[in-house]
């Protein structure tokens, strides 16, 4: 396990899915669960809830239910409007994958506690954020970047340093091939392209949680921690 934890600034996932935040606690980096740590979502939605201080986030009247293949999850039903660059799962709505927030009342309230955070901690503690870009024929790395600077504007206030670290992938079809490729795109935002051998999901664990590369995701941890 990577302990690289710095006080006082703070690492936290923001999308597109489990995956980022999982990584961030494999390694004790994980600060504290955002709205975006157990949902799956895009920089879109991510900025619109910036935009209106997650306002509809939790309004019952714009939840509703919904299934991926067998498993039930609350989709918010205002929320599904983004550039296509994104995965296909990612673009059908904000979704709560793992909270029943129309029907629970103590998960509504765990989400309660999470909007709090952000609110409480924006323009007052330094952040690097860490979102994860799922690959995807309809991939934009450009667009992406042109609305990761939207995204820094929200929390770059007060003084505050904000960093955004995007990360990738690229299938390559021989081991020696994988490497992890470091494209730095202005002082606040960040790109990794790993190269492996295969995408992060699946129905085996250590590929779904990306611990077959956990060497090229401690090399940047490392990078954007020393």
């Known amino acids: 396990m990577t302990n690289i934890n710095i006080p006082n600034k703070l690492y936290l996932s923001i999308g597109e899915n489990c995956l980022t935040d999982r990584i961030l606690k494999r390694h004790n980096l994980k600060s504290f669960s955002t709205i975006y740590s157990h949902v799956r979502s895009n920089m879109d939605y991510v900025i619109h809830l910036e935009k209106t201080s997650y306002a509809s986030l939790l309004d ?3 939840l509703e239910y919904g299934y991926v293949g067998q498993t039930k999850v609350v989709w918010h039903k205002k929320m599904n409007k983004s550039d296509m660059i994104y995965s296909s799962m990612h673009t059908k709505g904000f979704e709560f ?3 029943d927030v129309i029907s629970n009342e103590l998960h509504r ?3 309660r506690r999470k909007i709090h955070r952000l609110k409480d901690v924006k ?7 860490f979102y994860h870009y799922r690959l995807d024929k309809n991939n934009d790395v ?3 970047l042109d609305k990761a600077e939207n995204f820094i504007k929200f929390y770059s206030i007060n003084g ?3 960093q955004l670290i995007i990360f990738t992938q690229e299938i390559i079809r021989e081991d020696k091939s994988r490497e992890l490729i470091h494209h730095t795109h202005n002082e606040e935002i960040e790109l990794f392209t790993f190269k492996t051998r295969a ?3 699946g129905n085996d664990d250590n590929l779904f949680w990306a611990k077959t590369d956990d060497d090229l995701i401690k090399e940047m941890l490392l990078k954007v921690t020393k």
């Open 199 to 201: 995408v992060w999901g």
């Open 60 to 62: 019952i009247n714009e």
């Open 109 to 111: 309230d765990s989400f």
């Open 97 to 99: 994958t793992h909270h």
């Open 142 to 144: 450009k667009c992406l």
């Open 123 to 129: 323009g007052k503690k330094d952040i690097c954020f």
């Open 160 to 162: 505050a340093y904000i």
